[in-house]
Every structure is written in structure tokens, then in C-alpha cells.
């Protein structure tokens, strides 16, 4: 067996303290269970409130049997969980809460690896901060995305196409009868959202970090096949501890690069910017969100799925999967950049092949030339902010117009669709105290919906900007995560209704038209700012205390970085 093993503290000897860690474990297990063999956690992050992961129990049988029949100790450990359409006032709240627990829970337990079972958005980033944190070797299964749903014989693409017939409605183009028939027909199967939103993206990114053993991701949840991975993942995990392969071990900066080339050629969602400079922070890796800017910029998108375009998860399965789209691009990636299985990314894809030039498109005749996330600065986002220039529109992406500004989300609902409001196709929609600490959690809701009166005249987007994130499901010229946000001082709590601004996607920048002066001499509407989440006492207390800005990923201060995984005091 492996020499060594951390979990020997809790169990090697004789004396009164390894008997007691042995006697409370064993209800079944025979006395070999604790002979050196590696103890294996399954942090299961399945739940019946996130049911985009509650299939994640069966997954981890699989992992379970891998584990066993490696000659490994498999342990289930359920952690905190979140649901991405059922957690108020917004998942990206809990995330840190997730992987702050995690993490402490990894740590505390008597373990030598850990394999992390995730799927809905905040659930992967979560586990990698946890693990990266407590550096013990660790592996991601994602759970995988759900089957695609049809209605009136058209495929229905979660959150994108939700978006897109609550607009008709508004529009007058669609009954709401229809559209809540279309209800039933949304969730397919178990499995994650099957768009190209959070959940679809941080299960690929993460394998392009070399997190997931290579193939496996995107996989559908009802597939027979991610049971097969899964349980060759569990044996990985066992072999993982044998290597000491952690974190801090293979995870660089070429990682990264690779990953960020992965988002931009699916047309991943902007989520991943704060997920992946947060799983950095924790590893010491020195990423910006210029990284994304510079790295992506010459990626071509080679991927035809909703939101950007048109197919779903188990077309761009069917297509030849992840590792198709990846060799399309392999000159662009790190060819130094190591998986979790120690061989580079690269080797990977020799086998790779497009089976349908529709869904997956080859690098010759991409549905893009250039696919990245574009960081802006200037007078009103002096920290950053972003924009995804594939979702959104092109006469947009150079654009002058009056703002027409909501002090909160609420603010916004009440009067969108007042008859009476001063807005027109050429407004620049502003909306603030979105951020991290000004909601607080940066909740999903800059990609505001239009006025009706403007969706009646035929308008579909707008410019909105705004210091709070959107869905990765949605779509429009929406600059997002705009850094500092207005609840910490930015500039955004100055901006006043009729100001002009200046979007200029191409030069980077996002100004605003008012003189330095007048910008100095303007307070902060108390409206905007003392209105804004204070909260007293809690989780919220501690994170609006200490939450990042979006360009530091939104991690808590005190949680940057890792303490390793060494625990040297005895509990009794
Ligand atoms: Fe769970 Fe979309 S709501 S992945
Ligand atoms: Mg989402």
C-alpha cells in the first residue's frame, strides 16, 4: 500500500486515539479498511434542492465501485450544495459559503483524496476553490447536462429559450397560455442546464484545466457512459494519492491559458471569468481578467450553441464531443499544461473528430473569427468591466447614448414598462448596487429585459450595463461585473439620467461623457448607496465585510490562497 498516507495519523497504531478513529469507522468494514489504504472522499454536492445534481447520487456509486476496486476506501460526504434557480437572493452568494465549508470539511477528515461530484454553475467552481485550498489530490466528475426538451417540435434550450418567450410575451407574439404549456417541456431529464451557460462551460473549461479526466465532460447526465467514466475516475483518484498528485502539483498558468482558450471557443459563459480568477486566487496563480482579454482574442468560436447559436448539449455531444472543438484549436493551447492524469492536454487530441460541421465548426470556417471576452475600461469602470462581444449585437459594439438609470433591480421592474418613461432604442440602460457587495452576491440581473413599448416598435438589444453578472443562458450587448461596483464607490453611483456614454467595444472602453469636474463634484445619490444590503449579523455579514471585487473573482479576502491540508491537533 502507499506509504505515508495522511489518513495514517488518524488510523496507523496501537494507542487510544487510533483505536477510536477505527472503532467509530469500521459498522461493516473489515479491519483491511485501515491498513494503509488510501481513504477516498466523494464530496457529493447532490441534493433534491439542486436538481440539476440530484442525479449525482448514482454517479457516486460508480465513483464508489472505481475507488474499491483500485483497493481504495470510498466515503460519501455530502456538502453544501446550490441550487442555481431555487437560492435567493442569488447562488453566487453561497459559493464562497460552499467552498469556505468544503474545504474545512476536506481538511478536518480523515482522507488522503478527494473526488468532487458537481454540475449546476456554482457547484464545480466551489469544489475546485475548496480542494485547490486544502491541496489534497482531487478530481471533478460533472455531472453532466440534461437531454434536450422540445416543444411544438422545437428543441427548447434551457434559460435561453425562457428568456426568449417571456420577451414574446411582452412582445404581444406568444400567449401566455403557450408560453406556460412550454413549462413542461423545459426540463427533459436529469442532468444540468443544456445550453452553453455556466454549468455546460465550467464542466468544459474545467476539463480543459486538466481537472476532469480527458473526455468525459459534457457527457449527458442519463448517458451510460458518465457512469463508466465515473468509475474509472474513482480507480483515478486512488492511483492520484499513490502519485501525490495535487493541486499545487500540475496547476500553472498554462492551465489557465488553456482554459481561457476552451470559454472562448465554446462561447462559454462570462460566469467563468469570476469562477476561474477565484480558483486561481486560491492557487497563487497570477490571473487577470487582461488574461482573458489577451488570450482570447484570437480564438475563433467553433461552437453552434444556444445562446450564441443554435444546438444544445447533446448535439455537441453527438457532434464528437469537447476534445473535437479543443484539437480544432491545438496550436492556440499550452502544450506544457498537465492533466489530472499526468500526461499533457494535448495527447489528448489525437482521436478527436467533428462528426457534424453544423454544431461543431471546423477552424477553417469558423461561426466567429474571434470569440473572447473583451475588458473595458475608462472613466466608468476604472477597475474593468466585461463584455461578451459573441452575444451581443454588432451595431451595438460601438455605441453613444443618454443613460437612463435604476438604482436597484426593483427600481427597474417598477417603471420598465411605464408608457411614460424617457427611453428609446439609442438609451443606454444603467443598473446599480448589483455588485458583490451591493445586493449582495452579484446576482444574475444585468441582462435587463427591454421596454415593451421598444420591443413592440422591434427593438431586441440594447446597451445595459450594470455591476452584477448574467446568466450564462442570456444574450445582448450587456457590459458586465463593471469593477469597483457602484456600493463601493465606483463611478456608477454617480451616473445621472440623460448623462451621456460612451461604449467602444473594439478600443476597450467605456466612458463617461461628463465633464472630470462635474464628476468630482457629484455625491453619490444617498438613494443608491445607503439603500444598498447592510446586513447585521451571518453569512451575509461576513461576506459583504469581506467580499472582492469581480476582477479578484468575488472570493473572500481571507480565503485567497491555501493552508494546505496538514491538521496537527488531536480532537480528544
Ligand atoms: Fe442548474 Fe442551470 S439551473 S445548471
Ligand atoms: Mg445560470
Known amino acids: 500500500m502507499v506509504p505515508n498516507l495522511r489518513s495514517d495519523e488518524w488510523y496507523a497504531g496501537d494507542d487510544r486515539n487510533s483505536y477510536i478513529h477505527r472503532a467509530w469507522m469500521r459498522r461493516g468494514l473489515p479491519p483491511s479498511a485501515f491498513d494503509g489504504r488510501p481513504q477516498i472522499a466523494i464530496a457529493n454536492t447532490a441534493s433534491d434542492l439542486s436538481p440539476c445534481n440530484a442525479h449525482l447520487h448514482e454517479v457516486a456509486q460508480s465513483v464508489k465501485n472505481g475507488i474499491y476496486e483500485a483497493g481504495g476506501i470510498p466515503l460519501i460526504l455530502p456538502v453544501v450544495s446550490i441550487g442555481e ?26 482522507i488522503d483524496g478527494v473526488v468532487l461530484l458537481g454540475g449546476c454553475d456554482k457547484t464545480i467552481p466551489a469544489l475546485l476553490m475548496a480542494a485547490a485550498s486544502v491541496d489534497l489530490p482531487a478530481v471533478v466528475v460533472p455531472g453532466g447536462p440534461m437531454l434536450t426538451g422540445h416543444f411544438r417540435g422545437e428543441p427548447l434550450g434551457c434559460g435561453t429559450d425562457v428568456w426568449r418567450l417571456s420577451e414574446e410575451v411582452r412582445a404581444g407574439t406568444l400567449s401566455e397560455e403557450q408560453f406556460l404549456r412550454s413549462e413542461s417541456s423545459m426540463i427533459r ?42 468509475h474509472e475516475t474513482g480507480r483515478l483518484a486512488v492511483e492520484l494519492v499513490a502519485a501525490d498528485r495535487r493541486p499545487s502539483t500540475f496547476l500553472t498558468k498554462a492551465n489557465f491559458h488553456n482554459a481561457i482558450v476552451a470559454l472562448a471557443a465554446i462561447g462559454g459563459s462570462t460566469n467563468a471569468v469570476v ?59 499550452d502544450p506544457s499544461a498537465l492533466t489530472i492524469t499526468g500526461q499533457p492536454f494535448v495527447d489528448y487530441l489525437d482521436d478527436a473528430q467533428i462528426w457534424d460541421a453544423d454544431v461543431i465548426t471546423p477552424r477553417a470556417d469558423p461561426l466567429l473569427p474571434a470569440a473572447g471576452i473583451t475588458v473595458l475600461r475608462g472613466s ?94 442570456a444574450y445582448g450587448t450587456v457590459v458586465l461585473h463593471v469593477t469597483p461596483e457602484s456600493a463601493a464607490g465606483g463611478p456608477l453611483a454617480i451616473v445621472q439620467t440623460g ?74
Open 275 to 333: 469562477h476561474l480568477l477565484a480558483i486561481a486566487g486560491r492557487l497563487g496563480i497570477d490571473l487577470t481578467i487582461d488574461d482573458f482579454d489577451r488570450i482570447g482574442a484570437e480564438v475563433p468560436l467553433l461552437v453552434n450553441l444556444q445562446p450564441a447559436g443554435r444546438y444544445l448539449m447533446d448535439d455537441l455531444f453527438r457532434a464528437g464531443g469537447f476534445l473535437a472543438v479543443m484539437r480544432e484549436v491545438r496550436d492556440l493551447l
Open 85 to 110: 434557480n431555487q437560492v435567493r437572493p442569488t447562488a453566487m452568494l453561497m459559493r464562497n459559503l460552499a467552498a469556505m465549508a468544503t474545504e474545512e470539511m476536506l481538511r478536518a477528515n480523515p
Open 189 to 230: 431529464s436529469k442532468g444540468h442546464c443544456n445550453t452553453m451557460g455556466t454549468a455546460s462551460t465550467m464542466a468544459l473549461v474545467t476539463e480543459a484545466l486538466g481537472t476532469i479526466l480527458p473526455g468525459l465532460a459534457g457527457t449527458p447526465a442519463p448517458d451510460a457512459r458518465l457512469l463508466e467514466a465515473a
Open 380 to 473: 466608468l469602470a476604472p477597475g474593468g468591466a466585461i463584455i461578451k462581444p459573441a452575444a451581443a449585437s454588432a451595431h451595438l459594439l460601438k455605441h453613444r447614448g443618454r443613460a437612463v438609470v435604476f438604482d436597484s433591480i426593483e427600481d427597474f421592474h417598477a417603471r420598465i414598462d411605464d408608457p411614460d418613461l424617457d427611453i428609446d432604442a439609442d438609451s443606454v440602460m444603467v443598473l446599480r448596487g448589483c455588485g458583490p457587495k451591493g445586493y449582495p452576491g452579484m446576482p444574475e440581473v444585468s441582462n435587463m429585459p427591454l421596454p415593451q413599448k421598444l420591443l413592440a416598435q422591434g427593438v431586441r438589444d440594447m446597451v445595459r450595463i450594470c455591476d452584477g453578472r448574467m446568466s450564462g443562458t
Open 499 to 572: 448623462d451621456w456614454i460612451s461604449l467602444d467595444v473594439r478600443a476597450g472602453r467605456l466612458d463617461l461623457d461628463v465633464a472630470a469636474d462635474e464628476i468630482a463634484a457629484r455625491t453619490p445619490n444617498s438613494a443608491t448607496v445607503d439603500a444598498y444590503a447592510a446586513p447585521r449579523r451571518g453569512w451575509e455579514r461576513l461576506y459583504v465585510d469581506h467580499v472582492l471585487q469581480a476582477d479578484r473573482g468575488a472570493d473572500l479576502d481571507f480565503l485567497v490562497g491555501s493552508s494546505g491540508s496538514t491538521v496537527t491537533r488531536e480532537s480528544h
